[in-house]
């Protein structure tokens, strides 16, 4: 698909013709394990399922051109496509990462790599965004530098430019997870990273039915090595869950839009509201990252954290909506409402870098923004 074409038709179009044995406008399920060989060696492509599948590479395709990547792989779920990324390192190396990261991350790069003797140095969002502050921490025995931007819970924002620079310096590589922004909205490989990293549960997806992962590189050597444990690993998506991410990344670019304009008018309600002390988000001008993110993104996304006057009260707030829905995940059209400390990132709760206990995650759907508000004005009026 021609790089010309806009994001909102590559959505729909890229890896995606029409299907050239019926015609099929949508692409087809390609439910089936192995393929038929005409000789020992020669096959149309695909030999097995677990190495590659017509669904698989359509999606794979498609993510890829919205990421502006030249390689793209899907996986199982996003903690399918982190462990994969992370045998890129071997035992002994250093990951250097951002504090505020997805609790599922930390518990796999804590309880899982950190045993096995890889070893792991977490900053601060502003810290990763100094060019002088990264470089005091960086050496040849670090391999990766992973960060999340906006991060998760806390919507903190790194400059993706700075990371980049400061770890080619010492010949590191880049990983962001772009879950929370989504290409529509941030790419994080033209801003200077090395490999783009979702989960397509969320946003991608957009419809709180399938779990995913993806990963992006154009580094020719890098998509090989993924490619290769990709089938090596095996954490790969099956045909059906290919099937509907790829349904709804075809309409990301309208959800976003939505996404963030009403995130936009929640903000504002939550805004000086005498029940939350603070609310968190980087299209506030007060937020510190705030002009980084207008730099890197071309609007602030549909996420939003607020910081209740104590952890009883947020604990009581989010059991009080009726239209926001109690539970973990995020990016689909229904709005989703959680307290991290105790849900997402109950991994990090003993950690230096926990969660505030008394912060609340806002998922912002899609629906009417005026009964998103007036949901949050009642449970809020209880307080």
Known sequence: MADSLHFETRAIHAGQEPDPTTGAVTTPIYQTSTFAQEAVGVHKGYDYARVANPTRTAL???????????????????????????????????????NDVYGGT??????????????????????????????????????????ETPTNP?????????????????????????????PYLQRPLELG?????????KYIGGHSDVIGGFAATSDTEISARLRFLQKSLGAVPGPFDAWLVLRGVKTLAVRMRQHCANARAVV??????????????????EHPGHEIAARQMSDFGGMI??????????????????????????????????????MTHGA????????????????????????LILDLEHALARS
């Open 193 to 201: 990273a090395d490999i783009v990293v979702h989960s397509t549960t």
């Open 348 to 371: 990090t709760a003993q950690s230096e870098f926990a969660a505030p206990r008394n912060l609340v995650r806002l998922s912002v759907g899609i629906e009417s923004a005026d009964d």
């Open 60 to 98: 794979e395709e498609c993510l890829a051109s919205l990421e502006s990547a030249s390689f793209g792989h899907a996986f199982s779920s996003g903690l399918g496509a982190t462990t994969t990324i992370m045998h890129l390192v071997d035992p002994g190396q250093r990951v250097v990462c951002v």
């Open 154 to 182: 806390l919507l903190n924002i790194v400059d993706i430019r700075a990371v980049s620079d400061a770890a080619h310096r010492v010949g590191a590589k880049v990983v962001v997870d772009n879950t929370f922004a989504t």
């Open 106 to 147: 930390y518990r796999l790069f804590s309880q899982v790599y950190e045993p096995k003797g890889y070893r792991f140095t977490y900053l601060t969002p502003a810290e990763l965004s100094d060019p002088a502050a990264v470089a005091a921490h960086l050496g040849d025995d670090v391999a990766l530098i992973w960060i």
């Open 305 to 342: 954290s607020l910081l209740a006057t104590s952890e009883e009260e947020a604990v009581a707030l989010v059991a009080r909506t009726k239209v926001w829905t109690l539970a973990e995940s995020l990016g689909g059209v229904e709005s989703l409402i959680e307290h991290p400390f105790r």
């Open 268 to 285: 504002e309600f939550l805004s000086g509201h005498a029940a939350v002390e603070r609310v968190l988000y980087p299209g506030l001008a």
